[in-house]
């Protein structure tokens, strides 16, 4: 049973995932019940609900913004070039990536279209996206039970921390996780995609810290 009754046309404008959430339920129902979820306007133009997946008990859980193009269309989270930098930096910083379970704040992909042709481009999401899309995040974090948890980017960070987080400001430090979530310790960095976006210059940099940020999240598993 969710709590409370399905949403009607009230829920699609509600902005809360809340009524479309099965209270208790393991991932895997979690992630069947997440496929009908109209707690935003974001799933009548994105193609599927992005759950997340992995290790069902993972140590670390990995938290990004919302799915991309690709993962709109093929249905898993950081299956694009992101989740190519994010995998490497992981395995640079000592963590199999194997053994995580990752996940997006927002399930929805948010877009516009191009100009011309085809290409759907991102769009960030708003707070008042992610904070209905939080109940399952809340979810996961529950079922998983990590011990480290990393918000990659400024979303995932504002969905775990609230709005005043800064990825500048609060990047590769252990924070304690807010009451509700679990007695994980969390470490926020940048999101891979951010390496993506930099010019060849400041590319290695930011990748550099990237792994360097992770490799925190490493050392707090032991």
Known sequence: ????????????????????????????????????????????????????????????????????????????????????????????????????????????FKFEPAARGKRRIHKAPSLREISACKPWLLEELRSVAPEVVVALGASAGKALLGSGFRVGRDRGVPLALPAGMGEGTLVATIHPSAVLRADEVGRAEMYGGLVADLRVAGRLLG
């Open 1 to 108: 049973m969710t709590r409370g009754a399905a949403a009607g046309s009230s829920g699609e404008d509600a902005y809360d995932a809340s009524p479309f959430v099965p209270a208790g339920a393991d991932l895997d129902a979690l992630r069947d019940a997440a496929a009908g979820c109209h707690g935003c306007p974001l799933h009548r133009d994105a193609a599927q609900t992005v759950f997340g997946t992995g290790d069902a008990s993972a140590r670390v859980l990995l938290v990004g913004e919302q799915p991309g193009d690709q993962e709109d269309r093929k249905g898993h989270p950081f299956v694009g070039p992101a989740g190519g930098v994010l995998d490497r930096a992981l395995a640079e910083a000592g963590i199999d990536p194997g053994g995580t379970y990752v996940t997006n704040a927002v399930k929805h």
